[in-house]
């Protein structure tokens, strides 16, 4: 009734415009099922194909793999500049009968299942740690996959059994080779990367207690961060660079990665293995393409992020979201942001108020621990993505340099400047987290669930 | 025992057609809507999905915020895209910064979303079959400017490589101006050619 009053009204108002209209309609009718080639973007595909040769140097036009890796990238930067691309967080229902293949979808069941968790306040555990290097750059703690802790202490390497309690010393290094500068568990839990303050990096059997072989001539300087990616352990140095070794091969550096021109203190691989995040004292923080890696010549970086204005150290993949990285900044940025490491696109930035030394995601549900320095030196857990305070824990006397995570992704050990280890159990308790792990057996870490 | 089991294995076309029409009565809801006879889900699920979606892209969209809209359709088992529906959308700043309004009739705005819900429909013929479970997602391409709601994540294009595109009609309603293009992953056997 309304409507064919106001066409009405059209009509005798502006004839000539409501019989164009008419006609474009009944052309509309006429075509029904035959698709509008006519309107597609010709000036945008025209572009895609011509200009952007014109930008890029490199001359290999013809071969596709090239031509399809420009092609992305125009379509990632043109998104970038222009747009966000937003996904609503709640998932549409998927076909009920299969099991949830989505980590994401598993974790939002198991929480509105479960009840609000009691969150400890002090540390369930201390232990002595004398001669820990009071070093903001280093990386002094891992807890490994089958749930050994290793700490460096001066010139010493201990292993802590978590399930049995006890300690071992792995090794001790010579007074003019240490002290060791980083420790990192490979994957399989049995071997461990040790960095030394003389830019050489040993191989140990932690069973055997044997040294497998040491990495050398790679780095001028300290090794302070180490990440594994199955067979390739990154290392990144003083010297500002960062390296690929293929431990299995004798020429063992594969790639390298150029970009920093401080000392590398953050290196993380994402879960995929696809994105290596680096941050250096040169306040950059990098993301690196495992694709883009040739072994002929240094790599570019995918992304290069400066919002950060101390240096970046404290690094972590978000366990539900591939591509989400947390960052955290030194004393003059206190600063934890967020970043799309797909568009570089930077999410959210919260200014924690002191150093960020380490960052921790619970694997269980949506939350981010971080650890801090003056004047604090508390341990801070944050609800993801509101980045409501839940928990501040205190009990350290001195800035809190390194935090790892129990394979169970339950309990996390710190090490302060205050030469103490001390555990929390902020993630849960082994018992309520074990639960659901059962019920959804595709969650990537539900295996890991009887060690504890 | 043998006769039995035969003629539990036999469906007459009166049973077929009782289990078909049930399965739509029960997981579909048929109604009419720009003048065609259309299928509604029923699912709960689906149904607070979309309606709290909605709700969110009537607010961009008002405030000619909202660019895109991106209907994908993935794999289950191994996520790939499969069919991604583009919507771009294009706003009449005019309209939003100055609060004019502008003229069209329902029924003609009603006849161009007829002529897409068609075009839709019948690209079922040269769409690949889609002959696996599948999930789907919305993206919402929004302005640079825009602050993300707290239920909603950045996320990636889910981009298809070197997809097959079809255009098809569009429709506006003289503030907004709606383009529909699907594009669709390459068969293989095309890739040969």
């Not at chain 1, 660079?241 to 401080?262: P, S």
């Not at chain 2, 503030?175 to 669709?184: A, F, M, R």
Request: hydrophobic share 35%.
């Amino acid at each position: 009734m309304n409507s064919s009053a106001s066409s009405n009204k059209t009509k005798s108002r502006c004839p000539l415009q409501e019989q164009l209209l008419q006609r474009r309609n009944s052309r509309e009718n006429l075509d029904r099922f035959i698709p509008n080639r006519s309107a597609m973007d010709f000036d945008y595909a025209h572009y895609m194909l011509t200009d952007g040769k014109k930008g890029k140097e490199n001359p290999a036009v013809g071969s596709s793999p090239s031509r399809e890796a420009y092609r992305k990238q125009l379509a990632e930067t043109f998104n970038m500049n222009r747009t966000r691309i937003l996904a609503f967080k709640n998932k549409p229902p998927t076909p009920v009968e299969a099991i949830p293949n989505e980590f994401a979808s598993a974790a939002h069941q198991v929480k509105s299942a479960k009840p609000r968790r009691h969150i400890p306040q002090t540390s369930e555990r201390t232990l002595d740690a004398p001669d820990l290097v009071d070093d903001y750059y280093l990386n002094l703690l891992d807890w490994g996959s089958s749930n050994v802790l290793s700490i460096a202490l001066g010139h010493t390497v201990y292993l802590w059994d978590a399930s049995e309690g006890t300690t071992s010393e792995l090794v001790t290094v010579d007074e003019e080779n240490g002290p060791v500068t980083s420790v990192k568990w490979a994957p399989d839990g049995r071997h461990i990367a040790v960095g030394l303050n003389n830019s050489e990096v040993q191989l140990w059997d932690s069973t055997a207690n044997r040294l497998l072989r040491t990495l050398r001539g790679g780095h001028r300087s300290r090794v302070g961060a180490l990440d594994w990616n199955n067979h390739i352990l990154t290392t990144g140095g003083m010297d500002g660079q960062i390296i690929n070794n293929d431990v299995r091969v004798r020429a063992h550096i594969v790639e390298t990665y150029q970009g920093h021109h401080q000392e590398v203190c953050g290196l993380k691989w994402s879960a995929s293995g696809q994105q290596l995040a680096s941050g250096g004292n040169d306040n950059l923080l990098h993301i690196w393409d495992r694709s883009m890696a040739s072994s002929n010549a240094p790599t570019q970086w995918l992304h290069r992020l400066e919002e950060h204005t101390a240096a970046v150290k404290a690094l972590a993949w978000c366990p539900f979201q591939g591509n989400l990285l947390a960052s955290g900044g030194g004393g003059g940025d206190r600063c934890i942001k967020f970043w799309n490491t797909h568009t570089g696109a930077c999410l959210n930035s919260v200014d924690t108020g002191s150093q960020v030394c380490a960052l921790l995601w619970n694997k269980n549900e949506r939350e981010l621990l971080s650890s801090h320095g003056f004047t604090q030196n508390q341990l801070t857990l944050w609800k993801y993505p509101s980045m409501v305070k839940i928990a501040e824990l205190t009990g350290h006397t001195s800035r809190v340099l390194f935090m790892a995570q129990s394979p169970d992704g339950c309990t996390v050990a710190s090490a302060a400047g205050d030469e103490t280890l001390r555990f929390w159990n902020v993630f849960g308790t082994p018992e309520v987290a074990s639960k659901p792990a059962a019920k959804t057996s595709s969650e990537p870490f539900a295996h890991l669930n009887r060690i504890r | 025992m043998a006769s039995k089991t035969a003629t539990k294995d036999i469906i007459t076309l009166r049973g077929s057609a009782a289990i078909v029409s049930e399965f739509f009565e029960e997981s579909f809801a048929r109604v009419k809507k720009y003048g065609l006879p259309m299928l509604l889900t029923q699912d709960e699920g689906v149904k607070s999905f979309i309606s709290n979606l909605t709700s969110q892209l009537s607010e961009w969209l008002e405030a000619g915020k909202l660019q895109r809209v991106v209907l994908v359709i993935m794999s289950k088992a191994t996520s790939e895209v499969l069919e991604r529906w583009n919507f771009s959308i294009e706003t009449d700043s005019e309209v939003v910064e100055k609060g004019v309004s502008r003229e069209k009739s329902d029924k003609e705005i009603m006849r161009e979303i007829q002529a897409i819900m068609r075009q839709i429909a019948s690209s079922i013929t040269y769409l690949p079959c889609l002959d696996e479970p599948c999930i789907f997602d919305v993206l919402a391409y929004t302005d640079k400017d825009c602050t993300v709601p707290f239920t909603w994540i950045e996320s990636d294009p889910k981009l298809i490589a070197n997809p097959q595109m079809v255009k098809l009609h569009s429709f506006d309603t003289k503030i907004h101006k709606v383009d529909t293009l699907v594009s669709y992953k390459n068969d293989e056997w095309d890739d040969e050619a």
